[in-house]
């Protein structure tokens, strides 16, 4: 069977109050939010339009030795993900400096 889609990017998270402020800043809802706050998750996952989610583990889950399901090198900072967007990149840049966040590289104006 070919792949049919995208389900989600999973990457370890840091500082998930900073990434959970930062995307909801850009219109983003979260999903597992509330048990991942009561400890119940270890995770959060952040929703991108109706198809697609970036899953952050939490530092108590990919610091532990007896998590595998991660890269053997996985660790903050670590990813690359690319969204589209449907307006200029003039109105992305002014999206990403608004809630907070720093463009590193580009902007390029390229599929994908």
């Known amino acids: 069977m070919p792949i049919t889609?995208?389900?989600?990017?999973?990457l370890p998270a840091e500082n998930p109050e900073a990434l959970i402020a930062f995307y909801k800043k850009l219109g983003c809802g979260t999903i597992h939010e509330k048990e991942w706050r009561a400890g119940d998750?270890?995770?959060?996952?952040?929703?991108?339009?109706?198809?697609?989610?970036?899953?952050f583990h939490d530092p108590k889950l990919w610091q532990d030795p007896n998590f595998?399901?991660?890269?053997?090198?996985?660790?903050?900072?670590?990813?690359?993900?690319c969204?589209?967007?449907?307006?200029s990149i003039d109105a992305a840049v002014e999206l990403i400096e608004q809630a907070?966040?720093?463009?590193?590289y580009g902007p390029l104006d390229q599929p994908g």
């Open 68 to 81: 595998v399901a991660k890269g053997p090198t996985a660790k903050p900072g670590c990813g690359d993900i």
């Open 5 to 10: 889609g995208y389900d989600h990017t999973a």
């Open 41 to 55: 998750y270890p995770l959060f996952a952040i929703q991108i339009g109706e198809n697609a989610k970036l899953n």
């Open 100 to 104: 907070g966040g720093e463009i590193s």
């Open 83 to 87: 969204f589209t967007f449907e307006g």
